[in-house]
């Protein structure tokens, strides 16, 4: 099975490399079109700020080919916002994957969102074999308000969508790759789907 993580300049992708390696797969790090086209699964990471992001997706040619993958992707963290219509960082235009926006916490919590909180509601074979309530862990200071996309919720002052999917489209707000042997659970699911 060919895994190819999207490496444009904006990620954590070196552990998601090494969680990967845990589940006895080799992830191949790339931006080369034609490989993440031929991929059998793709990841699209990303950590750090919505608008540097998109313009290095674009300086690339990157923000073309994603939304027209046709094999599962993965969106992790900044990686599933980017995937949404808009997001307020930056006043950023994402790739308009998911029918969704991506808003700041209200000044009334502390951000970013750092460490475990749970996630429920879960409605996909993303987490086939995973409990309610499992901690995930986050770091995040923009959410996605809850809406028809979403296939797992987390409160923090309010419910938001931690996770989405339309198609083959998948994305998480949380780490899989920092979330113990639970974040390992649901990317050994997306390899199954």
């Known amino acids: 099975m060919k895994i190819v993580i999207i490496n444009y300049g904006a990620g954590n992708i070196q552990s998601i490399k090494f969680a990967f390696q845990r589940?006895?797969?080799?992830?191949?790090?790339?931006d080369n079109y034609e490989e993440i086209r031929t991929a059998d699964k793709v990841i699209f990471p990303g950590v750090g700020e919505a608008?540097?992001?998109?313009?290095?997706?674009?300086?690339k040619g990157l923000d073309k080919l994603i939304p027209n993958l046709k094999q599962p992707v993965l969106g992790i963290c900044l990686g599933m916002q980017l995937?949404?219509?808009?997001?307020?960082?930056?006043?950023?235009?994402?790739?308009g994957i998911f029918d969704a926006d991506v808003i700041k916490f209200n000044k009334d919590v502390k951000v970013p969102q750092i460490g475990w909180n749970q996630i429920e509601n879960l409605k996909s074979d993303l987490f086939k074999g995973v409990n309610?309530?499992?901690y995930m862990y986050l770091v995040h200071s923009y959410y996605?308000?809850?809406?028809?996309e979403a296939i797992a919720v987390t409160d923090y002052e309010l419910k938001y969508a931690s996770a989405l999917q339309k198609n083959n489209f998948y994305g998480v707000q949380?780490?899989?790759?920092?979330?113990?042997?639970?974040?390992?659970?649901?990317?050994?699911?997306?390899?199954k789907l």
């Open 132 to 134: 309610e309530k499992e």
């Open 23 to 30: 589940l006895g797969y080799d992830a191949v790090l790339s």
């Open 144 to 148: 996605v308000p809850l809406n028809n």
């Open 83 to 95: 995937m949404c219509n808009h997001c307020e960082e930056g006043d950023t235009h994402g790739l």
């Open 51 to 59: 608008s540097s992001a998109m313009k290095k997706l674009k300086s």
């Open 174 to 191: 949380f780490h899989p790759e920092k979330s113990g042997t639970v974040g390992a659970e649901i990317l050994k699911n997306f390899l």
